[in-house]
């Protein structure tokens, strides 16, 4: 049996109570480390709640190998993935090829910076259009389908949330990934990414040191901001939005 579960927003101890019992009688415990960085101090919270040391597993392992798949077939086997492991993920693949192959398959779910991030910003959750991430330099993307995203979005009066690219290695900083839509805006023009826009950055978000502003582009720039970030481009602000945002508005 394959369990996927989410391990929640940040804490080690944001596991459900169900995900952690059935960590505990799984025979093989798996964490994917590629989808975001766990924080080191909360992984060893969450190794005592479970009772046992995680295997980490990089995108190789979560999007083709799979051989934890096969020792699923006769084992209970936990496959852990912070936030909700369906959430800008690609893992709804792992679930069908569990379905395929015959192997049963569980997914256990957890909070998810999807929601949380709109809900602390005081936005309203069904306003907000299809998500987008920004991909780092080093992928060699230039990302004008994240920007179109956004404009088709803000076209029709929705938020957009935004997520910052991530690898074990590295976590795209917001600054960087201001510049990179920046260069984009140059080409399009729409002002969404004017030095005068206007957008939400949560930070660490569920974390002793969240962060959470509403600032221009040029502002976010400045400030030095914990990873991992999620912006959202607000699209059209309902009255009861406008005066959430002003309680986290910088500047
Ligand atoms: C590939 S998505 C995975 C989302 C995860 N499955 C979930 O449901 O929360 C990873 C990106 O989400 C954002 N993110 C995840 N957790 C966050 C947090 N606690 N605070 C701020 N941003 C976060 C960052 O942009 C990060 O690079």
């Not at 912006?231 to 009255?239: A, C, D, E, Q, S």
Request: aromatic share 6%; charged share 25%; with cysteine.
């Amino acid at each position: 049996m394959l369990y996927i579960i989410g391990t929640g927003l940040w804490r080690g101890d944001d596991i459900s109570v169900r995900g952690a019992a059935l960590c505990r009688k799984c025979a093989y415990v798996y964490l994917d480390e590629y989808t975001r960085a766990f924080d080191p101090a909360e992984l060893e919270a969450l190794e005592g709640i479970i009772g046992k040391k995680m295997v980490r597993l990089g995108r190789h392992e979560l999007e083709e190998g799979l051989t934890f798949l096969n020792q699923a077939k006769d084992n209970d086997v936990a496959l852990l993935v912070p936030g909700d492991p369906l959430v800008a993920t690609t893992h709804i693949t792992i679930l069908m090829e569990a379905r395929k192959r015959g192997v049963r398959v569980e997914v256990v779910h957890g909070s998810t910076i999807h929601s949380a991030i709109v809900g602390e910003a005081g936005l309203h959750i069904y306003k907000v259009g299809g998500a987008c991430t920004i991909p780092m330099r080093e992928k060699c993307i230039r990302p004008y389908s994240t920007y179109d995203k956004i404009a088709e979005n803000c076209a029709r009066g929705l938020h957009t949330v935004v997520f910052l690219d991530t690898s074990p290695e590295k976590q795209l900083a917001v600054k960087e990934a201001l510049e990179i839509m920046q260069e984009i805006e140059r080409e399009r023009g729409k002002g969404i990414f004017a030095d005068t826009s206007r957008i939400v950055v949560g930070c660490r978000m569920g974390s002793q040191e969240q962060e959470l502003a509403y600032a221009t582009v040029d502002t976010l720039k400045e400030m030095r901001l914990p990873l991992p970030c999620t912006l959202i481009v607000p699209g059209k602000l309902h009255f009861s939005e406008e005066e959430a945002l002003a309680l986290i508005s910088k500047g």
